[in-house]
């Protein structure tokens, strides 16, 4: 049985493109929906499939008001946030499996 881990998460289409923020328990595996498409609505509409930051917490409480406190952020909080971690902006799918 694959353990649970709260997450919060950005993905986007491209380094500076559109982003969104997630939450989930199953980091890979939800990644992986959203590559396929399997996850209708925004993430679909944008091809948001490169996984560029994400954030670890001990409960699916403390990541659910982490994630509502930063979909409230401007953009330029956001990217910080990113390039703080991931400059470059890589994928860190891979870095997850």
């Known amino acids: 049985m694959e353990e649970k881990i709260p997450c919060v998460y950005i993905l ?5 493109g559109v982003l969104y ?3 989930t328990t199953n980091l890979a595996q939800r990644t992986w929906q959203h590559r396929q498409k399997l996850v209708d609505g925004f993430s ?3 091809n948001l499939r490169r996984l560029v930051w994400f954030e670890r917490h001990e409960s699916i409480v403390s990541a659910i008001t982490r994630e509502k406190q930063m979909k409230k952020w401007n953009r330029d909080w956001k990217i910080q946030l990113i390039e703080a971690a991931n400059p470059a902006w890589n994928d860190l799918y891979n870095e997850i499996l």
């Open 12 to 16: 986007t289409n491209k380094p500076d």
């Open 21 to 23: 923020i997630g939450v």
């Open 44 to 46: 679909k509409k944008y």
